[in-house]
């Protein structure tokens, strides 16, 4: 006898972890539109609004964006990949989980990589950047603009970007988390490669990545010496199946980029500016009243958090994992815990994109005063 | 003013090429489920179900058993970076576009690759493969099972691994148009890796890609003197993320994977062995149709068609591109061209899944009878 599956039911959960954020009904009820070919007509032109909208929100004219197949990750290998080979000099700055993360992928694909690290939770001084680049031969800087690891915000990029051009290198930047929810301007900042994830300030669905490059960096993938070792994350390869004469590489992934079109859409209708204040005067809502429930946040810097991603203490004498399991079982509520150093530490809230509402802050802080006070 | 975006809307296909196939609305439904975390309890049991019926699905034990976050280019590339390292030697069987895909992966991650080749469209004797697998000492034999560029299907898998695990080599086996509608014994033929797609026979939608790996294949991951390079598609790191005490990789495809587990539960619910017979009874439906039509086979042996894919060749005098042109425009019928060597002279014909049905057969016959002859 074969065990039989029930019919698909999860619980129905309040998305404030670090992504997937929450999901609009308009998106979710777009992905029950019948698939077509990764070749019609059709779809080009869905891909066409999805690039075009990709850029407005990237703020930047660059010509190579477009949505990896995959994960956030897949994002940022298909950067690293794409720029290094072997034995290129990376400069990578390291904040955090995430940071750390590229300098593996630097090494994994064969870089000389030189590690530049402040304690999970501080940022660099643009300035330490900007000496670091300019003492080694280094092809590329890789950065995290929004560490979701710690909850703390790059400051400076500009003139990070500007130092890195000084030193012949190229800027790499993580957005996954600021992307559509934290001021982001990839053209008047001018970084090179910035990439996010369809799932967190968009609130679409996770399986496409935005990414879009400078041509600069363009150049730097034209003028690579042998071919880059992932096909799948060839951008070459990619971009030419977003082009306008496209031809085969993979079979896109359909449901996931309506979802992706629609979850944009909606980016514009609300507005870039408005979306940002949206964010962050959800996320002053919720610092106030973590604050007011005695509850410390791990970034002190008001002006260095992340609105879309809020770090806090754990209080003195809780079992974090405990109290997160009491928020899911009994609230429904979804929040993380953190990672490697800051692990038992610290809880990671987001409020990104769909999730970054009124109600879900007021519904997160009575859940919390019942557990830890009432 | 920026452009606006139209709702969504594209044209209702049917699709007849080689994927995507048609998605059941049940299938299309279960992705208006809210989402979940990749964390959450819930979401890992819906993993749970997933691994279980793909193991069913392909008639496998194997512990090592999961979907690739990415298109079925991306398990093809997970199959070839975690077990090829810089100098391994590689016997790639070439006998149509993704033989060479394999072939081209395993250089780019640094393979010392040797090409045994066939014309495209026909296969290999088993006896070549064997005498060839037993004259170098390569690490891994790449081969198609069923290969969607030409449509022809590779009899004698279970001797080819016999020989390949005499001469000490892997057998990695695309069964990316095979899985779900072509017999395919992963355990009784003992293939150490198998690769697949969600989009294909299993009529998920793309985003997701089965794969599984014998016990031998992980033993050889297991003795890499380096990571593999590819820290998205590490299969260490995926199973990890899919095993029994789950840690943190990527943000899993959430909506892609209740597709999938839908799409699989279909299948379980119509028996392995039915929807072979229906993939076949189809297929000789549209033989039969072809043939009557005047039209060619590009197969001859029948014995050696795909059942999901078939190929025939374009008749003399038509431009093959425009009368696809037409099917699509006038009937909403989707079917492919040929690549490479085959481009312009034949037609692909995807019955896969849920577009192997009889319906759908007897729309194409009639369309192309009044395209062709009326």
């Known amino acids: 006898m074969s065990k039989t599956f029930h019919d698909l ?8 972890g670090p992504g997937p954020s929450m999901v609009h009904p308009r998106v979710l009820r777009s992905m029950a539109t019948p698939v077509i070919g990764y ?3 059709d779809f080009l032109a869905i891909m066409a609004d999805v ?8 703020q930047t004219e660059n010509d190579l964006t477009l949505a990896v197949p995959g994960t956030g990750t897949s994002a940022m290998e298909a950067a690293i990949s794409n720029l290094v080979e072997p034995g290129d000099k990376v400069l990578a700055c390291v904040q955090g989980y995430f940071g750390e993360r590229l300098a593996e992928m630097g090494e994994r694909h064969g870089a000389d990589v030189t590690r530049l690290a402040r304690d999970w939770g501080d940022v660099f001084e643009p300035k330490a950047i900007e000496s670091a680049v300019s003492e080694g031969e280094y092809k590329l800087v890789t950065l995290v603009h929004a560490e979701t690891s710690t909850g703390a915000l790059q400051p400076g990029i500009s003139a990070i970007a ?20 934290v001021a982001l301007e990839v053209d008047a900042w001018d ?18 990545s935005p990414i879009t490059l400078s041509a600069r960096a363009v150049k730097a993938i034209g003028d690579r010496s042998t071919p880059p070792s992932v096909f799948y994350l060839d951008l070459n390869l990619l971009d030419r199946y977003w082009g306008s004469s496209p031809a085969y ?24 500016e408005a979306r940002l204040a949206r964010h962050m005067a959800n996320a002053k809502r919720l610092w106030d009243g973590l604050e007011a429930l005695g509850l410390t946040l791990w970034v002190e810097d008001e002006s260095l958090r992340i609105p879309s991603l809020t770090t806090c203490r754990v209080p003195e004498g809780f079992d974090e994992a405990k109290l997160r399991a009491r928020l899911r079982d009994e609230f429904n509520v979804e929040i993380a815990g953190g990672f490697g150093p800051l692990a038992g530490k610290i809880w990671r809230i987001g409020l990104m994109g769909e999730s970054s509402r009124h109600e879900y802050v007021t519904l997160l802080l009575g859940a919390l005063r019942e557990l830890l006070i009432d």
Do not use: W
């Not at 970084?191 to 496409?208: H, N």
């Open 9 to 16: 039911n999860p619980s129905q959960r309040i998305l404030l």
């Open 39 to 41: 070749m019609d007509p």
């Open 51 to 58: 690039k075009d909208l990709l850029q407005q929100t990237f």
């Open 162 to 181: 500007r130092a890195c051009h000084q030193a012949g290198a190229l800027l790499v930047l993580d957005c996954v988390t600021s992307l559509g929810g």
């Open 191 to 208: 970084v090179d490669v910035a990439y996010s994830a369809g799932q967190k300030c968009l609130s679409g669905v996770p399986g496409l």
């Open 249 to 272: 590489h993979h079979t896109a992934p359909t449901s996931t980029m309506y979802a992706l079109r629609e979850a944009l859409r909606m980016v514009q209708e609300e507005g870039l």
